[in-house]
């Protein structure tokens, strides 16, 4: 990903309207950890999420944000597990929150459990490349291969995120 002076500009806009609010707005909080998140600067990604759970202590999306984020850039799963069990109780629906609670247990080497929370994403259709190559990644290490090379498949033929296609594609070439 290419950063604009026009990305610069946004991050000072999101992290000014922080600074001079109150209170302000998950959207907020949630705009300006896209942009670090583009910009791979996880570190104060985290830190703007860890400020907007402090306004924010019941949302289940800064929860989950905030929870996958030190999944994916930390080694501080149980703290991460927290988070996202909050998250999931307060929306249990959330494919995305399944998924990150998923991935959580899939750090955790708990692959049985990690594919119980992909249960309900699985049976009602999988709409996501990083969703299919994380199924895919649960059921590579519990040595389903048929299962696994059809959603790293998937991960590829959904084509929203280029960095799973890739994995997945990778994964593929080597299970083939």
């Given at each position: 990903?290419?950063?604009?002076?026009?990305?610069?500009?946004?991050?000072?806009?999101?992290?000014?309207?922080?600074?001079?609010?109150?209170?302000?707005?998950?959207?907020?909080?949630?705009?300006?950890?896209?942009?670090?998140?583009?910009?791979?600067?996880?570190?104060?990604?985290?830190?703007?999420?860890?400020?907007?759970?402090?306004?924010?202590?019941?949302?289940?999306?800064?929860?989950?944000?905030?929870?996958?984020?030190?999944?994916?850039?930390?080694?501080?799963?149980?703290?991460?597990?927290?988070?996202?069990?909050?998250?999931?109780?307060?929306?249990?629906?959330?494919?995305?929150?399944?998924?990150s609670v998923a991935w959580l247990y899939y750090k955790l080497q708990d692959y049985n459990k990690a594919l119980s929370y992909m249960q309900d994403i699985i049976a009602n259709g999988v709409e996501d490349s990083t969703i299919a190559y994380h199924i895919g990644m649960i059921y590579?290490?519990?040595?389903?291969?048929?299962?696994?090379?059809?959603?790293?498949?998937?991960?590829?033929?959904?084509?929203?995120?280029?960095?799973?296609?890739?994995?997945?594609?990778?994964?593929?070439?080597?299970?083939?």
């Amino acid at each position: 990903y290419y950063v604009t002076g026009a990305d610069s500009l946004a991050i000072d806009y999101f992290s000014q309207a922080i600074e001079k609010s109150e209170n302000p707005s998950s959207e907020t909080f949630l705009t300006l950890a896209s942009l670090y998140e583009m910009k791979k600067e996880h570190e104060k990604e985290l830190l703007l999420m860890e400020k907007a759970v402090l306004y924010h202590p019941e949302d289940p999306m800064i929860l989950n944000w905030l929870g996958y984020s030190l999944v994916v850039h930390t080694d501080r799963y149980r703290e991460a597990e927290g988070y996202l069990l909050k998250a999931i109780t307060l929306e249990p629906d959330s494919h995305y929150i399944q998924d990150s609670v998923a991935w959580l247990y899939y750090k955790l080497q708990d692959y049985n459990k990690a594919l119980s929370y992909m249960q309900d994403i699985i049976a009602n259709g999988v709409e996501d490349s990083t969703i299919a190559y994380h199924i895919g990644m649960i059921y590579y290490q519990l040595t389903e291969k048929d299962d696994a090379r059809y959603y790293f498949r998937q991960a590829i033929e959904l084509a929203t995120n280029e960095d799973y296609i890739q994995k997945a594609e990778e994964k593929l070439k080597e299970i083939e």
